[in-house]
């Protein structure tokens, strides 16, 4: 390599780095505007709805491009892609539900426990026993609990965390035994049949409008399609801790987008409970081992 050459490519680490910051910092956002586009047809959808058409949208943009090759898979490669997509329609199914509930910033924060508690057990140190201690403070902080909290709302938002659980370590199990991408893009297929007679039933049943249906599609598009390419993107950028880091920017992006387009207001003690579970997340990543 030429002195040149040294000096271009030096030069280019940052920029790369920063390129794909910016690349997940837009992932995050697209997310829960999508988020947020999907709770607009609650009322006439309701959750359930919402999903199917977004795992609908999802499969029919990421089966053409991916193409996975359904024949060729054995049942040791179907059964994790099964479950796989049974955690990925759980996980979202839970999280809309709960953000009826409860709200959009309070509802992402309780699902960002799921990774958070990966990668504590992927840590395996002291310090990770902080981070546990800082993010169950953060739960009581954000949730309040008092005989009026909404129970069954902060509950969806642990099983959609439970299930982000899962499908962190089906994705790891999948990607080790399909290659490339094809077994997430097939989970999508699955999960999107397994949702498509809910869809017909909604649609069949009653009468949807327009409006309702371009926010689901919209969440389809700006929490499925968009992120998941330019996590594939970032992820290629950037190191696998500062991309866990930066991921947690999703509740603070959750609670300022529900405050600001769904008038989902939060208290000063909610508040600081999703800082502290953001930095949780935080501290948890960065106490993971180099080799982890």
């Not at 910092?25 to 609650?42: I, W």
């Not at 953060?138 to 008092?146: L, S």
């Not at 099983?159 to 077994?183: E, H, K, P």
């Amino acid at each position: 390599m030429s002195e040149s050459s040294a000096v271009i490519g030096s030069g280019g680490l940052p920029s790369r780095k920063a390129g794909g910051a910016a690349t997940l910092l837009a992932s995050a956002l697209s997310s829960q505007l999508g988020a947020a586009s999907g709770s607009l047809a609650f009322p006439v959808m309701g959750p359930v709805g919402v999903v199917a058409v977004r795992q609908l949208v999802a499969a029919a943009v990421l089966l053409p491009i991916v193409r996975p090759r359904l024949r060729d898979l054995s049942w040791r490669q179907w059964w994790p892609v099964l479950l796989l997509a049974l955690a990925f329609g759980t996980m979202n199914l839970g999280l809309y539900a709960s953000i009826q509930r409860i709200g959009l910033g309070l509802a992402v924060t309780l699902e960002f426990l799921g990774p958070l508690a990966v990668a504590l057990i992927s840590s395996r140190r002291k310090a990770s026993a902080l981070c546990a201690v800082t993010a169950g403070v953060g739960v009581v902080a954000i949730t309040q609990p008092d005989a009026s909290m909404d129970f069954v709302g902060i509950g969806l938002g642990l099983v959609a965390a439970c299930s982000w659980a899962s499908y962190i370590l089906l994705n790891r199990t999948v990607g080790q035994r399909i290659q490339g991408i094809q077994g997430t893009a097939a989970a999508t297929g699955v999960s999107a049949t397994l949702f498509l007679p809910v869809a017909v039933v909604i649609f069949l049943s009653q009468p949807v409008d327009g409006f309702a249906v371009l926010c689901a599609v919209g969440a389809g598009l700006l929490a499925s399609v968009l992120p998941y390419v330019a996590d594939l993107i970032a992820l290629r950028r950037v190191p696998a801790n500062l991309f866990g880091v930066l991921m947690s920017i999703n509740p603070v992006f959750a609670a300022i987008i529900g405050a600001m387009v769904l008038h989902q207001e939060l208290g000063v003690g909610q508040w600081a409970g999703i800082a502290l579970i953001v930095a949780a997340n935080a501290g948890a990543l960065l106490l993971r081992p180099r080799h982890a």
